[in-house]
């Protein structure tokens, strides 16, 4: 079992085994903000939504503790520990566990409505989609138009989209030629859904990508520049696709996205290049610093 799973496990056994799924989101989010540990490396990222902070990979993680018969759900509201999931010995670094004590001692008697008035009075950020009549304290940013890039590479779901929310995007063009990935939320039909429930507009144009063929035996420097010279010689038989980015970089703030962090060892920074001649518009890389 992920630590990160550990720690929620330690959440619910420190409130009394219950809790509504509201709770343990707002507990596991100020796990990750207010204490030293951060809840540990790769513990969950949040993103704006519907009753503040959320995580789809918390929310996908829970199926696991499931199966594993140590939670129980009600619908998808309330959580219970099970007899097995009350035993379940904790072998979590001491100064998460200190974290997570100080986080239910602090925070652990609140009601689900009490957490929000909390949370949204701390970080405003957080409420820029909410649900609530009156209760987003900022509005959400849009970005200039640019010919902006980004790679998911190392991060989760929530964290990609929250720092594409933060900088202003509010379309998601995916240029990746097979759209799957075994890192949750990017697959296509899961990020199109994601996306759609962020108000983000998902685009997909497997015509701009590379094949996976193409990419065997990329480990030098020659290699890449091979292939990226081979793909901008390409792009103007990618015409119909082309037309339909530009259209879309035009209308609302779009993002270039794929999987590599550096973009200079994707084909976006290449496509970009070929854009930002036609449209004059700047590049910009997001998420990422050389």
Known sequence: ????????LAILQQ?????????IMKWAFLLGQETPSHGGKTFYQFIPYRYGPFSFTL?????????????????????HLTSY??????????????????????????SGAALIDAVYAKYPWFTVNSDLPGRRNIERPTA?????????EGKTVDEFLNLLMRSGI????????????????????????ICS????????????????????????????TSLFENYRED?????EDLEAVQLLLQSKPSVLVCMEANPQYCHRNVLAYHLTGVLNLPIQHLGYES
């Open 1 to 8: 079992m992920l630590h990160r799973q550990q720690a929620l």
């Open 85 to 110: 999931g009350h035993g379940q010995q904790n072998n979590l670094p001491k100064s998460i566990i200190q974290d997570v004590t100080s986080i239910t001692q602090q925070y652990g008697q609140l």
């Open 15 to 23: 409130v009394g085994g219950e809790a509504s799924t509201l709770q």
């Open 170 to 193: 509010r379309r998601f063009i995916d240029v990746r030629r097979n759209p799957v990935s075994r890192r949750y939320g990017f697959h296509k039909s899961t990020l199109q859904k």
């Open 59 to 79: 929310n996908r993680e829970t199926d696991a503790l499931v199966r594993n018969g140590l939670v129980e759900k009600t619908g998808q509201s309330s959580w």
């Open 144 to 152: 200039d138009l640019a010919i902006y890039t980004a790679g998911y």
């Open 197 to 224: 429930s962020l108000d983000i507009d998902y685009q997909h144009f497997p015509g701009l990508g590379i094949s996976s063929a193409a990419r065997t035996d990329l480990h030098s420097t020659e290699s890449y």
């Open 235 to 239: 792009l103007p038989n990618r015409g």
